[in-house]
């Protein structure tokens, strides 16, 4: 029951680290990353397919600041090209013979900042989700010990034990949030 409980606490909370940790790739901090447009939808095909980048094109980084997408198909090059246009990422789009290159603008140190305030935000946003998968595994351990399934001394265990997880996560994200910080104001 102890393994379960904990086990469920680490899944859920794996679940909102990676969605932050997502979410915190989709900042530009002025170098090439991957993770910048390959979530972007396409429509391609004339419109029948809403794709993914990365569902229609390799992403390679050329250089720190251009990344060179080579779609699988070249009958979306255009797709692709637009799709990323209206985006609005600002992002620079060249088409190249088969290829898409993109290049990431140098930061001001004013937009920087900006972006910096925002990765505390998401980091927070992070940290609520970390905050209800506790709660989440603290109900189920009071269901428990109401149901008569465990005793209190276990339910006061349990609950240490989800504290102790939760604990190492907030730490993830803060060590994560200063990283992409870091990253961010490296000129």
């Known amino acids: 029951m102890d393994s379960q409980i904990t086990q469920q606490?680490?899944?859920r909370m794996d679940k909102a680290f990676s969605v932050l940790k997502e979410d915190f790739g989709t900042i530009k901090t002025g170098k090439a990353n991957p993770q910048l447009v390959e979530n972007i939808v396409i429509s391609a095909y004339g419109g029948s397919a809403r794709l993914k980048i990365m569902e229609l094109a390799t992403i390679h980084v050329q250089d720190h600041q251009t990344l060179l997408l080579t779609p699988f198909d070249s009958s979306v090059l255009r797709d692709i090209e637009k799709g990323i246009s209206d985006s609005q990422l600002?992002?620079?789009?060249?088409v190249d013979g088969t290829n898409v290159r993109v290049t990431i603008p140098a930061l001001t140190q004013e937009r920087r900042e900006e972006f910096v305030k925002l990765i505390h935000k998401k980091a927070e946003n992070g940290k609520i989700m970390i905050r209800q998968a506790r709660q989440e595994s603290n109900e189920e351990i009071e269901k428990l010990k109401k149901d008569g399934e465990i005793t209190e001394d276990d339910e006061k265990r349990l609950e240490k034990e989800v504290q102790k997880i939760t604990d190492e996560y907030i730490?993830?994200?803060?060590?994560?949030?200063d990283m992409k910080e870091k990253?961010?104001?490296t000129v």
């Open 183 to 185: 990253e961010l104001m």
């Open 90 to 94: 600002g992002l620079g789009i060249a």
């Open 171 to 177: 730490g993830k994200i803060d060590e994560t949030r």
């Open 9 to 11: 606490t680490r899944g």
